[in-house]
């Protein structure tokens, strides 16, 4: 299956947390979309893979994803090696996408860089003929994304491009409530971390208010690109 935009995110509710916002907004308009995680988030103090499968399949389906994967490259260790590069190649060559979103530069997390770097390895990777892989026995051809851009998550980052998701903030943030055992829930009786706390919803919300005033919108997800943007001041006018 042909998508026009697939996310990465090193744990299921990245994504959510991130860019679904921009996700809905370009279903909305009819495009298709899916999320592969590079990881289960097994190493997370609050929950369990299971529930954690069970969360990603509730939030998924909000979302209205036409796909999700798992790659479980595993939680805290997956390495920059060839083996992993070439699973992501893999997912890659096998949704041919458009537009790949990926984990944020740098962050507090180190899987989050580290997958950002993973990502943009295999996105080049992936356009190499001689780059041989194989999805349900068979051979898969070449592709490379037009576009590559890394949301923003934990730490502040300036972004290079600003999407407006006001019309899709209360679902989004329906998503990320989804994952009932790493978010603000108070009927849990796990112990509170950093992210499940009152505070850290809070923080998101005013992320989305910070990136949306930017454009003159009420809320907004932030990206960086490596690339230069290209725009027509003519379409402006």
């Known amino acids: 299956m042909k998508l026009d935009i697939l996310a990465f995110g090193a744990h299921p509710d990245d994504v959510e947390l991130s860019c679904s916002g921009t996700l809905l907004k370009y279903k909305d308009a009819g495009r298709s979309i ?51 590069k070439l699973a992501v190649v893999s997912a890659i060559r096998a949704f041919k996408p458009e537009i790949i979103f990926a984990n944020a530069v740098r962050d507090r997390h180190p899987d989050h860089g580290r997958g950002a770097r993973l990502i943009r390895d295999a996105c080049f990777l992936a356009g190499l003929s001689k780059v041989v892989t194989k999805r349900n026995g068979e051979i898969q051809d070449p592709w490379r994304p037009r576009h590559l ?9 300036t972004p290079d491009l600003v999407i407006d998701i006001s019309n899709f903030q209360a679902q989004k943030m329906k998503s990320v409530l989804a994952y009932k055992t790493q978010f603000f829930n108070p009927d849990s009786d796990e112990q509170e971390t950093f992210i499940s706390s009152k505070r850290f919803i809070d923080f998101i919300d005013a992320r989305g208010r910070e990136m949306g005033g930017a454009i003159g919108a009420v809320y907004g997800e932030g990206f960086t690109t490596e690339n230069p943007l290209s725009y027509d001041f003519n379409s402006l006018l």
Request: aromatic share 6%.
């Open 34 to 84: 899916g999320i592969i995680d590079l990881t289960e988030g097994e190493l997370g103090t609050r929950g369990t893979k299971e529930t954690r499968r069970e969360e990603a399949k509730q939030a998924g389906s909000i979302l209205g994803l036409d796909i999700r994967e798992n790659l479980d490259l595993g939680d805290g260790w997956f390495e920059l090696n060839k083996e992993n």
């Open 149 to 157: 851009f890394n949301y923003i998550q934990s730490n502040h980052i």
